[in-house]
């Protein structure tokens, strides 16, 4: 390498640095804005600093998403499943399944207990520890055993358990059903499709 490659090379990663660590920085103040304005004066008032604290987590709750928007992405992940799983893309049934059982547990983290109308709660952990334990196992082994026979009826199977969550939340509305068209139409479901078509 040159002298000139070498010093250009140093500026760019010296250039990348400053500029990451300002929008890390920029960041910061936006997701903690109560500790970056106590940190910006100077204050070491512990009383101060729990206030500080007390008001990020406020801040932190504002942002969390809506139960509504984690359980839309779990749609897309089990519509996609099923088009893989159809399709017998076994691999791409098995990242499916993993995303949408990794985004229900999301789903949970944002909100564990629900009210139904009675107000009585609804354990949603203890719902879907059930189901993950028990039908997404099978639909799991249907997927590495690449049975799609078995994987129809474990997908259907799934989707009785999921709608039995959805009526013990009082919201026997939301009816998932076996998707008819993939939520989207980036990913090619052909597992022998080639690369650039």
């Not at 983290?109 to 949603?124: E, F």
């Not at 879907?128 to 055993?145: G, H, T």
């Amino acid at each position: 390498m040159t002298n000139t490659a070498a010093l250009r090379s140093l500026l760019l990663f010296t250039f990348g640095v400053l500029v990451g660590g300002f929008g890390f920085s920029l960041w910061r103040q936006h997701l903690f804005p109560a500790r970056t304005a106590l940190a910006q004066t100077g204050t070491k008032n512990p009383v101060s600093e729990i206030a500080a604290m007390q008001a990020d987590i406020a801040h932190l709750k504002e942002v969390v998403p809506s139960q509504s928007h984690t359980m839309t992405d779990v749609g897309y992940q089990f519509a996609n499943l099923w088009f893989a799983g159809r399709h017998e893309n076994w691999p791409l049934a098995a990242f499916f399944l993993n995303e949408a059982r990794q985004h229900i547990r999301w789903t949970i983290r944002v909100r564990p207990i629900r009210k139904n109308l009675a107000g009585d709660p609804v354990d949603l952990k203890g719902i879907y520890d059930s189901v993950d334990d028990s039908v997404m196992i099978r639909l799991q082994q249907a997927i590495d055993k690449k049975d799609g026979v078995q994987f129809a009826a474990t997908y259907k199977e799934t989707l009785v358990q999921c709608y039995s969550c959805h009526k013990a939340s009082d919201k026997p509305f939301l009816r998932p059903m076996v998707p008819t068209a993939p939520p989207q139409t980036i990913i090619n479901f052909d597992p022998n499709a080639k690369w650039p078509e």
